[in-house]
C-alpha cells in the first residue's frame, strides 16, 4: 500500500481524492499495488467529508511521515508551494502537481532536485488538463527530434472565441456570460491575455529544447482586442480565429510566443471549439500528431496527477528522468519571424495602406459596410510589420496568419 498526500483541498485536490476512491481498483491494478491517501493538507476543516479525520493544517506532518511517498501538489501558486515542494524532494518523497506557474518558474531546478535525491518531479497536469501530452513528449516521442508544437492551450480565451465566432457577440458580452456560467474567472486577466498559455508553451518548450524556456522570455498577446468584425472577415477567408502557444525549432534555436491567429479551416486546430485544448506535435520522423481533450476541469485534471502518482508508484526507487535543464534555451527573436498578417483600416487609409504595403497585398471583401479596408499582408518580417504599421493611421485591427 503506497502512501499519498494531497497538498490543498481545492478543486484539483479534491478532484485526486476523488478519482484514486473511485477508480480504487483500476489504480490499483495499474500502480501494481493500492494507494492510500494518508493526509490532506488545507487550512480549512471539511467537516462531515469522507476524508475529514485524514485533514492536517501543518505541512511537517507529512513531510516527516517516512510512510508518505508521494506527495500530489494541487494548492496553486508559487509560494508557499514552491518551499513545500522543495522540501518533500528533499525528503526523498516524490511530487506530481499540476501547478503551471511554479512548474514554468522553476521546474528545471525541481527536476534536478528530484535527481539528486533518487525521486521524481512530474507535472502532467500542468498543460492541457488531462491530455497525457508530457508522458507522451517525455516518452512515446522522446527518439523524435520535435520540430514544432503548436497548441489551443487555454480553454476559457477558446470558448470565449468559439461563442463570439458561432453566436456573433462581442469579447466583453461573452466574457460576462462565461464568468456568470463559471467558465471564467471573476479576474480572467491571465486567461484572455494569454498569461496562462504563455506559461504552458513555456513548459511544453522546455521539453521540446531538453533546457528551460523562461514565460518571461515569450511575447504573448490576449485576445481582447479581437472583435465581432474579425470573425466575419475570417469567415469569409475559410479561417477560424484560435489562441495558439507555439514553439518551432529554428536554425539559431527555437522561437516561441502565444497570439490570436487566424488559422485556415482545413488546420484539425481550427475546429477545436469551447473549453477543450488541442496540442499538436511536429517530428522530424513521425510527422503531425495531435492531442484533444479537456484541458481543464476537475476530474480531467486530477486524473492527470492520478497518472503521475501511478508513475511513480511503479517506478518506486527510481528517478523519472525528464528532459528538463535549468540551462536556458536559446530563442530567436520575435522580430525576425516571417509570416502574413490580416490588417483592418479605415476607408480613407486605403491608398496609404496600398502604399506602404506594396502591390503584393490581398484585399479582403466585407469592409464596404463597415467603411474600412481590409488586406491580407505579403509574407513579411514582425519587425517590418511593425515599422510599416506604424505609418498608418487609426489601424483597426490585424491578426497573424498561420
Ligand atoms: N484557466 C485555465 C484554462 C484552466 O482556461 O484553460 C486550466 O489550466
Do not use: W
Request: net charge negative; proline share 3%.
Amino acid at each position: 500500500m503506497a502512501k499519498v498526500a494531497v497538498l490543498g483541498y481545492g478543486t484539483v485536490g479534491s478532484g485526486v481524492v476523488e478519482v484514486l476512491d473511485t477508480n480504487a481498483q483500476e489504480v490499483t491494478n495499474s500502480a501494481g499495488e493500492a494507494l492510500e491517501v494518508k493526509y490532506i493538507l488545507d487550512l480549512r476543516d471539511f467537516p462531515g467529508d469522507k476524508h475529514e479525520a485524514q485533514v492536517v493544517h501543518d505541512i511537517n506532518v507529512i513531510l516527516d511521515d517516512p510512510e508518505v511517498e508521494v506527495i500530489c501538489e494541487t494548492m496553486g501558486g508559487i509560494e508557499p508551494a514552491f518551499s513545500f515542494e522543495k522540501s518533500a524532494l528533499e525528503r526523498g518523497k516524490s511530487v506530481c502537481t499540476s501547478n503551471k506557474e511554479l512548474v514554468a518558474a522553476h521546474g528545471p531546478e525541481l527536476v534536478e532536485l528530484a535527481k539528486q535525491n533518487g525521486v521524481s518531479y512530474l507535472f502532467e497536469a500542468s498543460v492541457g488538463g488531462g491530455i497525457p501530452v508530457l508522458r507522451s513528449l517525455n516518452d512515446s516521442l522522446k527518439h523524435e527530434k520535435v520540430d514544432s508544437i503548436t497548441g489551443i492551450l487555454n480553454g476559457t480565451t477558446n470558448y470565449i472565441l468559439t461563442k463570439m465566432d458561432k453566436e456573433g457577440l462581442g469579447f466583453a458580452t461573452v466574457l460576462k456570460k462565461a464568468q456568470e456560467k463559471g467558465y471564467a474567472e471573476r479576474n480572467p486577466e491571465a486567461d484572455v491575455e494569454g498569461y496562462d498559455a504563455c506559461r504552458k508553451i513555456a513548459i511544453l518548450a522546455s521539453l521540446m529544447s531538453g533546457k528551460h524556456v523562461n514565460y518571461e522570455d515569450i511575447y504573448t498577446e490576449g485576445i481582447s482586442k479581437i472583435s465581432i468584425e474579425d470573425f466575419a472577415y475570417a469567415r469569409k477567408m475559410g479561417m477560424a480565429i484560435k489562441l495558439l502557444g507555439m514553439c518551432k525549432r529554428n536554425q539559431n534555436g527555437f522561437f516561441t510566443m502565444v497570439s490570436p491567429f487566424m488559422i485556415p479551416l482545413e488546420n484539425p486546430l481550427a475546429n477545436v471549439n469551447g473549453v477543450f485544448n488541442a496540442i499538436n506535435i511536429h517530428g522530424n520522423m513521425l510527422g503531425d500528431v495531435m492531442f484533444y481533450g479537456k484541458g481543464a476541469g476537475k476530474n480531467a485534471t486530477a486524473s492527470a496527477v492520478v497518472a503521475d502518482v501511478i508513475d511513480i508508484v511503479k517506478h518506486k526507487g527510481k528517478h523519472i528522468d525528464v528532459n528538463m535543464k535549468s540551462e536556458k534555451a536559446e530563442l530567436s527573436p520575435k522580430d525576425n519571424a516571417v509570416r502574413s498578417f490580416f490588417v483592418r483600416v479605415p476607408k480613407d487609409q486605403t491608398d496609404k495602406a496600398k502604399e506602404i504595403f506594396g502591390s503584393k497585398i490581398e484585399m479582403v471583401d466585407g469592409g464596404e459596410e463597415n467603411h474600412e479596408f481590409a488586406f491580407v499582408t505579403d509574407m513579411i518580417s514582425e519587425k517590418d510589420f511593425e515599422e510599416r504599421l506604424r505609418k498608418l493611421d487609426c489601424v483597426k485591427g490585424y491578426i497573424r496568419l498561420y
